[in-house]
């Protein structure tokens, strides 16, 4: 009888195969308890030669299942079956412009018709300001792909005072609008307001 011959009897024999593997140190004293059975007077003049085969079976289970534990522990220790760590998820940015220099026409009043065109508008907070970008927190979105946050060029003051630009302030709120990647102004986008924000429902959900 060859080796795989050898094999395949042993496991069609074993009568644990469809239990599920027992664990490293319940495999251990298996082992133990087979190989430490004292020899009775009938079979202490004989030694191992007149066994039966199920003892033999048993031995050979309790080996394979003690294999089987130590190359689970094996992979267990190198992390080969680990799930996959878990990845944070990455934050969405939308970047916006105030435009260099105002638009060459007089600004005209907010009004929804003209605000219904901006491609990007959002109420939300400034979280943070510094090297000439302000960054916005959205709380709600009336226009655009919602993104975790806003980043905006800090207009600059010759820009507040010729187009009305939005004095951006740490932590207050305000309306913003945009098109084009540039920020509307004229008082299309400005500090929160209910008269400006109800201008903003009546152009983008009235």
Known sequence: MNDDELKARLQASDPAASLP???????ARLLEDV?????TTENRETGTRNRGPLTWL?????VLVIAGAGVFGVRALTGDDAPPAAVDPVETVTRLDVPVTPAAAKCMVPNPEALATAGVAFDGTVTKIGGGQVVLTPTHWYAGQPTDSVEVSAPSEQMQELASAVDFQQGDRYLVSASDGQVTLCGFSAAYTEDLAAIYVEAFEG
Do not use: K, N, S
């Not at 190989?35 to 020899?39: I, N, R, V, Y």
């Open 35 to 39: 190989m430490a059975t004292e020899l």
């Open 58 to 62: 048993v031995a050979a289970a309790a």
């Open 21 to 27: 593997p027992a664990a490293p140190h319940e495999a």
